[in-house]
């Protein structure tokens, strides 16, 4: 009977080693892959899908989570409900989502189709390469003095983006 309980024991701690590392290999790519930014992060002028302008610098005093991704790119859709709860959750945290592709009527689409509360900014170059964006989705967060303090490239789940913001 004691040899039945090692037994089950072993095999449930050795699943939960597996899972820890993939859950460390994950996160690591992502940090690995993410853009090399400045400590500060660059201000940038933002148009809503609502047509409002919104400047960067104006968020300082808040937590900001940049969210880069494109309308046809399979990851960025996969982790829009994560950010999704995230944001349902930490209300106190600006979340906005910039794309980098596709028409406007396209975006609204999309902006629909994911259920996306949040801001969301139209195609904008200049934060892309202010940002230094080359793959998607890649994500950034500012803390209240306006530094980065993490940036992930590569699909994120809820743990990660957890993780990444707190």
């Known amino acids: 009977m004691r040899s039945w309980t090692w037994y089950w024991l072993r095999r449930i701690m050795r699943w939960f080693g597996m899972l ?5 290999t ?17 201000d940038v002028e933002l148009r809503t899908v609502q047509g409002e302008r919104l400047q960067l610098s104006s968020l300082r005093g808040r937590k900001v989570v940049l969210n880069f991704w494109a ?4 990851p960025c859709r996969l982790e829009m409900p994560a950010i999704r709860r995230f944001h349902d959750l930490y209300p ?28 969301v900014s139209v195609p904008n170059s200049d934060a892309l390469r202010a940002y230094g964006i080359t793959s998607y989705p890649t994500t950034v967060v500012i803390d209240e003095a306006g530094r980065i303090t993490a940036a992930h490239a590569g699909l994120l789940t809820d743990p990660q983006l957890f ?4």
């Open 92 to 119: 106190e945290i600006e979340v906005i989502s910039i794309t980098a592709d596709g028409s406007i009527r396209q975006l609204m689409q999309a902006v629909e189709e994911l259920e996306m509360t949040w801001t």
């Open 26 to 42: 994950l996160h690591a790519t992502g940090k690995i892959r993410a853009p090399d930014l400045p400590t500060i992060a660059p």
């Open 71 to 74: 309308t046809w790119c399979t």
């Open 20 to 24: 820890g590392c993939l859950l460390v």
């Open 163 to 166: 993780w990444l913001a707190w």
